[in-house]
């Protein structure tokens, strides 16, 4: 990794970590812009979940700060700490009458209105606990018990606890940050390929014995799609390229079960059209480069993959959620970053885009245009 360049700016308008924090914040606008939309027709009432979702984006942004001024290396020293905490309450949640569960799946903790989804924290304690040994060991990394093996058990310990509750999506999309953390760290490819064989096969294995998960392949794989994927697919034929218009839509007239979180991005098609689901994408787009072009001044091996792995956390469950509801995926619940309801995905947010602002505030600093004229000579 390089050092920080001596003569670097002291602040930058225009640098990639900046660019990161306007994207998420224009996300988040468009999500509480479209949820008051989406649930306007809410027996709750128009305001209900708006105001919950106003509410998480404040705590988010407060947890944001708060992360960027902590001192990420003095951190590093509580990394086992936070480890274990974490799977302490991922395995408190599959304990009834202390784990709340939700339509047959066990995910959260809380009290009274309060509910907390273990399972999003435990993402950023992975790539934070995973970033950390990483780099403890990096002369070790081509090894098979210590390179290898090690961190590989600390991803199954998070994934294994996560498939339990059960939600396959999220130990899914654990094992592959977790995957790719470890090759960007060294980890050679003749093992990594092996492991990619066993966990889609261990995963084919889960699915097949679960009747609910199952069903949702064999619709994915027939002509005859879910109900809940024909509806979001009406909606962005509905909307066409204009939309029909903020608070126009039909799909959130019951319509469309979860329209306010998991399926948000179909009332964006339908409402809004062509152009802001593209613009979406292209937002999500704009943070995943703006990342690697951040990523060049990682002082070190662990500074380079935890940022790696917030940025991979919000690009492929972006990735993952706009796949289901176009069709791509399979079905599964996974919210999309900064827009759909929700408190825990908001919090998990706060905190990745903290880490983000702490690197940019500590790193060394170069406007977006140097980062991109630097990384054309590099390809060149």
Request: charge should be positive; include cysteine.
């Amino acid at each position: 990794m390089s050092a920080p360049r001596a003569n670097a700016p002291a602040c930058s308008l225009l640098s990639p970590a900046t660019v990161i924090v306007v994207a998420a914040l224009g996300l988040a606008i468009l999500g509480l812009t479209i949820l008051f939309s989406a649930s306007a027709w809410f027996r709750q009432g128009p305001y209900f979940y708006l105001n919950k979702q106003v509410a998480g984006v404040v705590a988010a942004a407060v947890l944001c700060f708060v992360v960027s001024r902590v001192n990420l290396d003095y951190a590093r020293r509580y990394a086992w700490w936070i480890a274990g905490i974490l799977l302490v309450l991922l395995f408190l949640v599959l304990i009834p009458h202390i784990g709340i569960s939700v339509k047959g799946s066990r995910r959260w903790l809380g009290y009274g209105p309060v509910r907390l989804q273990i399972s999003e924290f435990a993402k950023f304690g992975l790539v934070f606990c995973l970033a950390h040994f990483l780099a403890l060991n990096q002369t070790r990394i081509a090894e098979l018990s210590r390179g290898f093996l090690a961190p590989l058990g600390i991803i199954g310990a998070f994934a294994g606890l996560v498939v339990l509750e059960p939600d396959f999506g999220t130990a899914a999309l654990m094992v592959a940050v977790g995957l790719v953390l470890m090759f960007l760290a060294g980890a050679r490819w003749r093992y990594i390929l092996p492991t990619v064989g066993a966990v889609i096969g261990a995963f084919t294995v889960l699915v097949m014995n679960n009747p609910n998960r199952l069903r949702r392949m064999m619709e994915f794989l027939s002509e005859e799609k879910s109900y809940q994927l024909r509806q979001a697919l009406a909606a962005y034929a509905a909307g066409g390229m204009e939309g029909t218009g903020l608070g126009q839509g039909r799909q959130q007239l019951s319509y469309l079960p979860e329209a306010h979180t998991d399926f948000i991005f179909s009332v964006v098609g339908e409402e809004l059209g062509m152009w802001v689901t593209l613009g979406v994408v292209a937002l999500f787009a704009t943070i995943f480069i703006c990342g690697l072009l951040h990523l060049r001044r990682a002082p070190n091996l662990f500074h380079f993959l935890l940022v790696a792995g917030c940025i991979l956390l919000i690009t492929i469950q972006a990735v993952i959620n706009i796949g289901v509801v176009t069709g791509v995926f399979p079905t599964k619940g996974m919210s999309l970053p900064f827009i759909s309801a929700g408190l825990s995905n908001l919090l998990l947010m706060g905190v990745l885009l903290g880490v983000i602002w702490n690197t940019h505030r500590t790193w060394g600093r170069a406007t977006l245009r140097e980062e991109v004229r630097t990384m054309r000579e590099v390809l060149a």
